[in-house]
């Protein structure tokens, strides 16, 4: 199947800092991707789609100043977490749909703000 | 609105013995339905996928799953459970025809503990 890689898979950073995920669809292109949050046991949380070459979709009640999207091309969209807190420390995911409509996962990024 | 349920937390099997992992759904029309597994600090892995056809799907790992549309259930099955099979699963919901790329709607996901 196709492949989807994030960049880091693990990180810790200060309060205060930001944080940018990158999301890279590896052998196919992507004009869509999709990330997800995960918190400890629970399921996936749809934040935002992102488009390549236009503005995010954000779902509701997420910030879209605090998690910046970027779809600067076809195969790579970055998630930007500004003025990271604890309560943005969690599990984030993103997923590439192909062109046949089925969607491949990254293998997450674990964040962890102090 | 589209909602899927996974009834159960946490499923305990002992290995060799048939499992189940429950999943209901609601949502118009004829949905797509799918299962996926996620081993710790890990990803999402593809497990297999329900369209139309045959209501059992055969799917990665000797997985399977049965696509009932009365009871609007699509319920995840292996025959013969395996240590290696602890994880969590979850089911999602994607409903067709809406265009441009759907959005998967995720059930709360099963912790399947398979005990030697």
């Known amino acids: 199947g196709a492949v989807v890689s994030q960049h880091p898979s693990r990180v810790i950073c200060k309060s205060g800092t930001s944080v940018k995920i990158e999301c890279r669809s590896l052998d196919f292109q992507a004009t869509t991707m999709f990330w997800y949050r995960q918190f400890p046991k629970k399921s996936l949380m749809l934040m935002a789609t992102?488009?390549?070459?236009?503005?995010?979709?954000?779902e509701q009640g997420v910030e879209k100043d605090k998690f910046l999207i970027n779809h600067a091309s076809l195969t790579l969209s970055t998630l930007t977490v500004t003025s990271a807190h604890p309560e943005d420390s969690s599990f984030y995911i993103c997923s590439a749909p192909t062109s046949t409509n089925e969607q491949f996962f990254g293998p997450g990024t674990r964040l962890t703000v102090l | 609105a589209q909602s899927v349920a996974q009834p159960e937390d946490q499923v305990n099997v002992a290995e060799g013995n048939p499992l189940t992992v429950k999943c209901t759904y609601s949502?118009?029309?004829?949905?797509?339905l799918f299962w996926y597994v996620q081993y710790p600090n890990r990803g999402l892995q593809f497990l297999l996928k329900?369209?139309?056809?045959?209501?059992l799907v055969k799917g990665s790992y000797g997985f399977e799953a049965e696509f009932n549309k009365s009871q609007t259930s699509f319920h995840l099955k292996k025959p013969s459970a395996l240590v290696s099979d602890s994880a969590l699963y979850f089911c999602a919901v994607r409903r067709p025809f809406s265009g441009g790329y759907n959005k998967l709607i995720f059930g709360a996901g099963t912790r399947l503990a398979v005990h030697p």
């Open positions: 329900y369209i139309t056809g045959d209501n």
């Open positions: 992102s488009n390549e070459g236009s503005k995010a979709t954000y």
């Open positions: 949502v118009s029309g004829n949905p797509y």
